[in-house]
């Protein structure tokens, strides 16, 4: 497929830089951008031109690399790798692959204490590839997964994007239609607009079109409809976290969607990696939710403003959809079922 020659993020290393495509540009331009500076990158993760819980965790991985390539005395390198991992990630809270990617490379930093620069240098190299390829593995696995829960010609509705532009290749949510569309299943999918920021009509629209699959655009408040004449017979979705109970943050609008499909009596999966589980966090309660800029509502994608000077705005990323309303979990290591927990830590126990 011509949508897999766009690479969400990489590094660059002869140009000393994390190279993204900068998804706020998207669809009109396809533009790459390269950040040198841990500043830049948090920056890229905060204003979302790098989204997606596994990309997020992928770019942070060759950014906190690429930033260290340029330390040269073993006496500042771990100071500095503190000080820059710690930095990026508070670029956004509720994402926990952001914090596992950042663990993961502090860990494999810790196993050479006593090593020289170099050597430091190129296991952080390594390990963030490592961190690139095993997501790419596990979105073909989930992809897998979720493609035998469906059949041929049905209808589907996602939100958000948890597609190529949201991991390293395939996604999550949009795996089993890339599957699907290579094996000739011809389904038919709804993407919801996904206010305020639109991740559904500029990437998920855009994605699924390059791609070739029959793609229909909707607003959020149509969902409802769709799904009442009978054109939706299941709900794709991905997740940034899911608590041990299978209670999962996701893009604001998710939960309503989930309700929605209980009460139709519509299959709603969340598919995501093994790495978005968070088992320390007991239920969704505990999960943080990003609040962000009012402006994102009001004025942001339109020409004037569209509300009042002065509003009050509420402007949560992302809500908990409880596990009660959601039919599966699908990951790399396969499905789970209500009652999620016992699976869960099955699966974090055979790593």
Known sequence: MDLFTIVTARADYELGALVIIDQTQLPEREVYLALKTPEEIWEAIYLLKVRGAPAIGVAAAYGISVCMQKVDEVGDFYREFARVKNYLASSRPTAVNLFTALERMEVALLKCQGAGVEVLKQVLREEAEAIRKEDAAACRKIGEHGLSLLKPGMGLLTHCNAGHLAVSEYGTALAPIYLGQ?????????????????????????????????????????????????WVQAVLVGCDRVAANG???????????????????????????????????????????????????????????????????????????????????ITEKGIAYPPFSDTFRGWKECK
């Open 182 to 230: 290579e094996q000739g299943f011809g389904f038919s999918v709804f993407a919801d607009e996904t206010r305020p920021l639109l991740q559904g009509a500029r990437l998920t629209a855009f994605e699924l079109q390059k791609a070739g699959v029959d793609v229909t655009l909707i607003c959020d408040n149509m969902a409802s409809s769709v799904m009442k004449q009978g």
């Open 247 to 329: 209670d999962t943050a996701n893009k604001i609008g998710t939960s309503g969607v989930a309700v929605l499909a209980k009460y139709y009596g519509i299959p709603f999966y969340v598919l995501g990696p093994t790495s978005t589980i968070d088992m320390d966090c007991p239920t969704g309660k505990e999960i943080k939710i990003e609040e962000r800029e009012p402006a994102e509502v009001t004025e942001k994608w339109y020409a004037r403003r569209m509300a009042p000077e002065g509003i009050h705005v509420y402007n949560p990323a992302f809500d908990v959809t409880p596990a009660e309303v959601i039919t599966a979990i």
